[in-house]
Structure formats: structure tokens, C-alpha cells
């Protein structure tokens, strides 16, 4: 997924402030399912929640920045996933991060719905 860097991304000195690498991820995360036409849940109660990540920022990128979002699944159990997401501005890897990913319905963990680890197996 492309991403450009407007200011709103920035700091007050003009870089990717850290948490924006986070929110892009997510973001291109959450487009694999919007560019399908459905949302990463089945109910108002379900749905993907991190239960954990590991964050590497390798690099600055700055306003007007065009930035890509790459995903790969590590692993994927009946219930969570593994991600391994980068953020890269041409040749260079900006930020890495590992998520484990939760399916939950109501709070509590849950199998994640067949349809979504058929679209899950297009990124292994």
C-alpha cells in the first residue's frame, strides 16, 4: 500500500513522528479487506485486536514522502496471526514491525471466519 506523507504525519522537526509507521501499518492492514469490499469483522462484537508488537524505526522519512506498506504473514493459528509489516521510502526500509494479531467476538478469543484466512493465504 502507497503512502505520502502530509504534514499532519510530521513533527516539529519535520520527520514521521514514530506512532504515524503504527498507523500506516494498520492501515494497509485494515485496505486488504476494504479493497474486497467487506471490514476486518463479522459483528459489532468481533473483530482483530493486537495483542502484541515489536517495533524497529530504521530510518526518517519526511513531508511528501511516498512510503510502501509491505505485510507478510509469518503465521497464522485458528485464532491469531503473525505479521511481519514494513514501511519502505524507495530502496530503503524505513520501519519493521512484528504484530500477533487476535480474533476476538465479544472480548474472547475466537476462530478467525474462513473467509478471511482465504484472503489470509494470499500474502503467506
Same mark, same amino acid.
Given at each position: 500500500?502507497?503512502?505520502?506523507? &502530509?504534514?499532519? #504525519?510530521? #513533527?516539529?522537526?519535520?520527520?514521521? &513522528?514514530?506512532?504515524?509507521?503504527?498507523? @500506516?501499518?494498520?492501515?494497509? !492492514?485494515?485496505?486488504?479487506? @476494504?479493497? !474486497?469490499? $467487506?471490514?476486518?469483522?463479522?459483528?459489532?462484537? =468481533?473483530?482483530?485486536?493486537? !495483542?502484541?508488537?515489536?517495533?524497529?524505526?530504521?530510518?526518517?522519512?519526511?513531508?511528501?514522502?511516498?512510503?510502501?506498506?509491505? =505485510?507478510? $504473514?509469518?503465521?497464522?493459528? =485458528?485464532?491469531?496471526?503473525?505479521?511481519?509489516?514494513?514501511?519502505?521510502?524507495?530502496?530503503?526500509?524505513?520501519?519493521?514491525?512484528?504484530?500477533?494479531?487476535? &480474533?476476538? #467476538?465479544?472480548?474472547?478469543?475466537?476462530?478467525?471466519?474462513?473467509?478471511?484466512?482465504? $484472503?489470509?493465504?494470499? &500474502?503467506?
Amino acid at each position: 500500500m502507497k503512502i505520502r506523507v &502530509y504534514y499532519e #504525519d510530521t #513533527d516539529a522537526g519535520g520527520i514521521v &513522528y514514530h506512532t504515524n509507521y503504527i498507523k @500506516f501499518c494498520e492501515r494497509a !492492514r485494515s485496505e486488504v479487506f @476494504f479493497q !474486497r469490499g $467487506i471490514v476486518p469483522s463479522q459483528s459489532d462484537t =468481533s473483530g482483530f485486536v493486537v !495483542r502484541d508488537l515489536k517495533a524497529s524505526f530504521l530510518a526518517t522519512s519526511s513531508l511528501g514522502d511516498t512510503l510502501n506498506v509491505t =505485510s507478510k $504473514i509469518l503465521t497464522l493459528k =485458528s485464532s491469531s496471526l503473525v505479521l511481519l509489516q514494513e514501511v519502505w521510502k524507495e530502496e530503503v526500509k524505513v520501519f519493521s514491525m512484528e504484530v500477533v494479531l487476535v &480474533y476476538v #467476538d465479544k472480548g474472547k478469543p475466537c476462530r478467525i471466519p474462513e473467509v478471511f484466512k482465504e $484472503i489470509f493465504k494470499l &500474502y503467506f
